[in-house]
């Protein structure tokens, strides 16, 4: 902590990445990847920069063998969670986006925590996770 040159290299290594669309550096299924970097070292600028991925346009394909596409939108708000505990249930889970309304909420709660703005990025297409599974499939109570 505290290691400002680190989180200077991580954030301009991260820059690349995103203008590159490497997807596979930036986001991993095993959350090795560098945005939970960003989360792990909790310093306020590696969080805004974390929180402002909620606009990013970029996806990442699931499955081994092309199963669907994921938005890395999701595993932004997972890895969220990490430095904010306390706040996990405004930032969802996951696989309980269903709509736009939903990133705004988050979005929401990113503005009002952090002081993000996204004021000149443009809304990406929804996209959550294709195919998506159900909170049902996972175990959890069907609510509808």
Known sequence: M?????????????KRL??????DILVTADAS??????????ARRSLITLAKFTRS??????????LGRRSIR???MVALKYPCPDQADKLLEDYYV????????????????????????SMPRFIATSPRPRPW????????
Not at 18 to 23: N, T
Not at 99 to 119: K, T
């Open 2 to 14: 505290g290691n400002t040159k680190v989180e200077d290299e991580i954030l301009a290594e991260v």
């Open 33 to 42: 990847g560098l945005l939970c970097t960003l989360a792990e070292i909790g």
């Open 57 to 66: 346009p970029l996806e990442r394909i699931v499955g081994h063998q092309n």
């Open 98 to 121: 269903e709509s736009e309304d939903d990133y705004r909420a988050v979005e929401d709660f990113l503005s009002s925590e952090l002081g993000v703005s996204y004021e000149g990025v």
């Open 137 to 144: 499939v996972l175990g959890r109570e069907r609510s509808d």
């Open 18 to 23: 995103e203008e590159a669309g490497d997807v």
């Open 74 to 76: 999701l595993d932004v």
